[in-house]
Every structure is written in structure tokens, then in C-alpha cells.
């Protein structure tokens, strides 16, 4: 069983911008605690490797991407997109290169993002409402918390957190769902008097109610799913652990996209423009709650559905990627 504070469970990260990596370009990057390469190859694919070389361990970001494959810049040797070396020119002295770890890898929402383990045992979350085809993006700012992701996720199963800080009543009681060993969600449908900037603004155009649903995905993914009137928000929340029990928080927020110049125009660009700086505000309010905190599990019973969150944290998945050094100084 891990403790809270394991640091890297399995889960998608995000790791770099696509728009970084062009076509034969690559870069290296130090990564849930050891070095990663990202190249891209010809065929527009972005690969996401080991950065040490599984010959004599050379950083492959200072390598040349050759097709699809990367050739390592200190002997040459060449790793195609499965990990093989393709150019092994000693077959006859019987060592054979072990193969370059190759991470699963994939580009959505404007970044590369990759899985941290050998084989991703679930998706990037999608927008929630499968009938919409097209979705309006932005990348919020990213933030750095000093507190570790999975306390940063835990927020949204905090119904103690949303009463006291957020000042909101509930409708009806919050109804937690587990859904498999990685996802869980909440559903609160929330009565709109309260103080909050953000709820200000809704009752202030006549809205009364809100439904919101809180996901998480592993932890390090959480998610929330608001509907108010025919207004949709999905903000999507990718928490990269940093050294040191830290996050790197990146939001991402999301509206169906409105076909039509005019409409699409106003539907698309004014509502992004204004509910960035509200969104803004509420994840810098809740940033600075969780800045320096040492949590502990002291749960009362009004902590019910936290716990149940920590529950499903402590059983995921850890992984260790293998070392192919064959000696150690
Ligand atoms: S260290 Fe990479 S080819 Fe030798
Ligand atoms: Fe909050």
C-alpha cells in the first residue's frame, strides 16, 4: 500500500507544449525524478523516451532524429520508434543493446502528454458530453503549489472546504461515485447564494442553481463539470509532481464550441475571456490554502468523502522505470 506521499503513481502527465517540438526536433527533460527524451520524428509523432542510451548511457536529447528514430550523438547507435537499435554494428561480440524504454505518449488539448509506466491502464479524460464534437480549449497559467498533487485533488472532495470557504449550501446531500479503482466522482448540485466571485456572477444573471460534477483520475488528474442554465464548463486539472512534495498545477478550460461567425464569435472568445480571470481567481484562492501544507489523515466523520479519495490514492499504481546501466560507480 503506498503512503500519501509516494510521489510518482502511474498517470498521464503533461510534459511539454506541442508546439515546442517540430519535426526532427528534440529536447531532454528532467521527469518524475530522472531525465526524459521527446522527439519528434517525420512522420509528425512525438516519441517519449529514456534520455540515457542504453549503450553507454549519453543524453539522447543531444542526439539527431534521423526518420522516425533517434540516433544517439555519442556513438551513433540508432533507436527506432519500438525501442530497437537498428544499426548495432558488434552483433558478433554477442551483447545486444537492450531496448530504449519507450513511454505511451499522446498530444491532446494543445500538449504532449505521457504516461508514466509501461502501459497506460486508462484514457486522458475527454469533454464529458460525447454528443459534442468540438471543443473551445485554453490553457490556463500554470502554477507551482508547495504541497503534494494528491492533497491539490483532494480539494474537490473537500464538501467541508466548499461550505466554509466557498460559503455554498447543497441542494440535496453530495453523492460520491466510485467508478473503478482509479475514478471517482462527485456530484453537487449547489444552491447559488453564496459569496464567491463566481457564484456572485450567476445569480447575478438570474441563474439559481448549479450542478457540478468533481472527478479525479488517478489523483494526479482531477477534473470539474459545471452546468449552469445551458452554460457548460469543464476545467480539466493535470498536477505534475515536482521534487521536493511540490506541484505543478496546469488547468485547462473548456466550453463546447458554437458553430456560426457571430454566434461562435461571442460563444467561443467573450465567454473564455470572461470566465478566465473568474476561474483564475477561485484556483488562486484555493492555491494559497493549500501553499505549505503538511497534511495528515486526522478525518472527523464530516470527512467522509475525502477519505474515501485517500482510500483509492493509497492502492494506485507506482512505477519504477528499470535502469540499463550494467555497472555502478
Ligand atoms: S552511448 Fe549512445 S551510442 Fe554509445
Ligand atoms: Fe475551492
Given at each position: 500500500m503506498n503512503t500519501i506521499n509516494t510521489l510518482f503513481t502511474q498517470n498521464w502527465y503533461v510534459i511539454e507544449n506541442s508546439n515546442k517540438l517540430k519535426k526532427g526536433d528534440v529536447l531532454s527533460k528532467q521527469w518524475m525524478g530522472s531525465r526524459i527524451t521527446i522527439?519528434?520524428?517525420?512522420?509528425?509523432?512525438?516519441?517519449?523516451?529514456?534520455?540515457?542510451?542504453?549503450?553507454?548511457?549519453?543524453?539522447?536529447?543531444?542526439?539527431?532524429?534521423?526518420?522516425?528514430?533517434?540516433?544517439?550523438?555519442?556513438?551513433?547507435?540508432?533507436?527506432?520508434?519500438?525501442?530497437?537499435?537498428?544499426?548495432?554494428?558488434?552483433?558478433?561480440?554477442?551483447?545486444?543493446?537492450?531496448?530504449?524504454?519507450?513511454?505511451?505518449?499522446?498530444?491532446?488539448?494543445?500538449?504532449?502528454?505521457?504516461?508514466?509506466?509501461?502501459?497506460?491502464?486508462?484514457?486522458?479524460?475527454?469533454?464529458?458530453?460525447?454528443?459534442?464534437?468540438?471543443?473551445?480549449?485554453?490553457?490556463?497559467?500554470?502554477?507551482?503549489?508547495?504541497?503534494?498533487?494528491?492533497?491539490?485533488?483532494?480539494?474537490?472532495?473537500?464538501?467541508?472546504?466548499?461550505?466554509?470557504?466557498?460559503?455554498?449550501?447543497?441542494?440535496?446531500?453530495?453523492?460520491?461515485?466510485?467508478?473503478?479503482?482509479?475514478?471517482?466522482?462527485?456530484?453537487?448540485?449547489?444552491?447559488?447564494?453564496?459569496?464567491?466571485?463566481?457564484?456572485?456572477?450567476?445569480?447575478?444573471?438570474?441563474?439559481?442553481?448549479?450542478?457540478?460534477?468533481?472527478?479525479?483520475?488517478?489523483g494526479n488528474i482531477a477534473s470539474s463539470h459545471t452546468k449552469v442554465g445551458n452554460i457548460e464548463i469543464f476545467i480539466l486539472f493535470a498536477n505534475r509532481p515536482i521534487m521536493g512534495d511540490q506541484t505543478e498545477n496546469q488547468p485547462f478550460l473548456m466550453i463546447p464550441k458554437t458553430k456560426g461567425f457571430i454566434k461562435g464569435l461571442i460563444k467561443n472568445h467573450l465567454y473564455m475571456i470572461f470566465l478566465k480571470p473568474i476561474i483564475e481567481k477561485i484556483l488562486r484562492d484555493d492555491a494559497l490554502i493549500l501553499e505549505n501544507m503538511k497534511f495528515r489523515e486526522n478525518f472527523t466523520p464530516a470527512d467522509l468523502v475525502i477519505s474515501k479519495y485517500f482510500d483509492l490514492i493509497k492502492k494506485l499504481p507506482t512505477f519504477e522505470m528499470a535502469d540499463h546501466r550494467t555497472f555502478t560507480l
Open positions: 522527439y519528434r520524428g517525420y512522420d509528425g509523432r512525438v516519441q517519449v523516451i529514456q534520455a540515457s542510451c542504453p549503450h553507454l548511457g549519453a543524453d539522447l536529447g543531444h542526439g539527431k532524429v534521423i526518420g522516425n528514430s533517434i540516433q544517439c550523438g555519442f556513438h551513433h547507435l540508432c533507436f527506432d520508434n519500438k525501442g530497437e537499435c537498428s544499426n548495432q554494428k558488434s552483433k558478433a561480440d554477442s551483447f545486444e543493446i537492450p531496448k530504449l524504454f519507450i513511454f505511451p505518449s499522446e498530444e491532446k488539448f494543445g500538449v504532449i502528454w505521457a504516461y508514466y509506466g509501461s502501459e497506460a491502464l486508462f484514457p486522458i479524460p475527454d469533454f464529458p458530453d460525447k454528443e459534442t464534437k468540438k471543443i473551445h480549449v485554453k490553457a490556463l497559467k500554470t502554477k507551482k503549489i508547495n504541497c503534494h498533487p494528491h492533497v491539490v485533488s483532494s480539494n474537490g472532495f473537500d464538501i467541508q472546504h466548499f461550505k466554509s470557504v466557498h460559503k455554498v449550501n447543497f441542494e440535496k446531500e453530495p453523492v460520491l461515485s466510485i467508478l473503478d479503482q482509479y475514478k471517482m466522482e462527485l456530484t453537487m448540485h449547489i444552491i447559488i447564494p453564496g459569496e464567491d466571485i463566481f457564484l456572485r456572477f450567476l445569480r447575478l444573471i438570474g441563474l439559481k442553481k448549479i450542478k457540478v460534477t468533481f472527478s479525479t483520475l488517478g
